[in-house]
């Protein structure tokens, strides 16, 4: 069984964080320094990136591995008959989805962040095809290049038909870059991922679906609301874009602190 990497920091309920990208928790600092003084905030590293494994090899990587893991990090931490506050973002967003499909009784409430569940859009195939492409084009032409048509695909345009500088990575860089894991790793399989919206239907008082609000328009945005209204949850905007918990710290921490507590309310 893989070792578990995490950090504690905080008193009072805990709030577990799952990062997104390849899960290294970089630009969560700031937004964690400011909840810890509400929550005991554990967040979470599912590969270890920010804790010395940066380089080693990385299979390819399952959602329901990354749930798993979260769970264990909760038994670990969160005393037997206790509960759990989690906000999980992008591909952090869906394993925290399938961590409350399959394991919702140590939850109290989840916040899912633009999660890219494409497979509740209607048309999911192209935008699999898309994030396939993304892939394809790091391999071709480097992290720059993917790096625009991801951009391109989540804003819904095309990307361009030629990278404007094609720098194709030298083998093993892949792994020595969380941007590069990510897109050869985690990307192709996560969005391929369908939630169990039967299981999140049941429950959906427990869940708020969140997007940015300078995503509208945007995939992201698309696929948190939809989402939403197939299980029955809450959905709600959080300051700034796909990455507003970088950008806008503070003001993402005081919005996430009031969902989580406000959902939580008996009198809502």
């Known amino acids: 069984?893989?070792?578990?990497?995490?950090?504690?920091?905080?008193?009072?309920?805990?709030?577990?964080?799952?990062?997104?990208?390849?899960?290294?928790?970089?630009?969560?600092?700031?937004?964690?320094?400011?909840?810890?003084?509400?929550?005991?905030?554990?967040?979470?590293?599912?590969?270890?990136?920010?804790?010395?494994?940066?380089?080693?090899?990385?299979?390819?990587?399952r959602v329901e591995a990354w749930s798993d893991g979260a769970h264990r990090v909760l038994e670990a931490v969160v005393p037997e008959g206790q509960f759990a506050y989690l906000v999980?973002?992008?591909?952090?967003?869906?394993?925290a989805l399938d961590l409350?499909?399959?394991?919702?009784?140590?939850?109290?409430?989840?916040v899912a962040h633009e999660p890219p569940v494409v497979e509740v859009l209607p048309d999911a195939a192209r935008q699999r095809a898309m994030f396939t492409e993304v892939a394809d084009t790091y391999r071709t032409a480097g992290l720059r290049a993917a790096g625009a048509r991801l951009a391109a695909g989540l804003e819904g345009r095309p990307g361009p038909a030629e990278p404007a500088e094609a720098e194709p990575p030298e083998p093993g860089d892949d792994l020595t870059n969380p941007m590069g894991i990510f897109l050869t790793r985690v990307l192709p399989s996560f969005t391929a991922y369908a939630p169990d919206t039967t299981a999140l239907k049941s429950a959906s008082a427990r869940l708020t679906l969140a997007a940015?609000?300078?995503?509208?328009?945007?995939?992201?945005?698309?696929?948190?609301?939809?989402?939403?209204?197939?299980?029955g949850a809450?959905?709600?905007?959080?300051?700034?874009?796909h990455v507003g918990v970088a950008e806008h710290p503070e003001e993402f921490a005081e919005r996430l602190a009031d969902t989580l507590l406000f959902r939580d309310s008996p009198r809502r």
């Open 100 to 110: 409350l499909a399959r394991h919702p009784d140590r939850l109290r409430h989840v």
């Open 88 to 95: 999980g973002f992008s591909s952090g967003g869906i394993a």
């Open 212 to 231: 940015g609000v300078d995503s509208r328009g945007g995939l992201l945005h698309r696929t948190a609301r939809s989402a939403a209204e197939l299980t």
């Open 1 to 61: 069984m893989a070792d578990l990497h995490y950090d504690v920091r905080g008193s009072g309920p805990a709030l577990l964080v799952v990062p997104g990208g390849a899960g290294h928790p970089m630009g969560l600092d700031r937004m964690t320094d400011r909840l810890a003084d509400r929550f005991t905030v554990v967040t979470y590293d599912p590969l270890g990136l920010a804790h010395g494994r940066l380089g080693l090899p990385v299979g390819q990587q």
């Open 234 to 241: 809450a959905f709600t905007e959080f300051p700034g874009g």
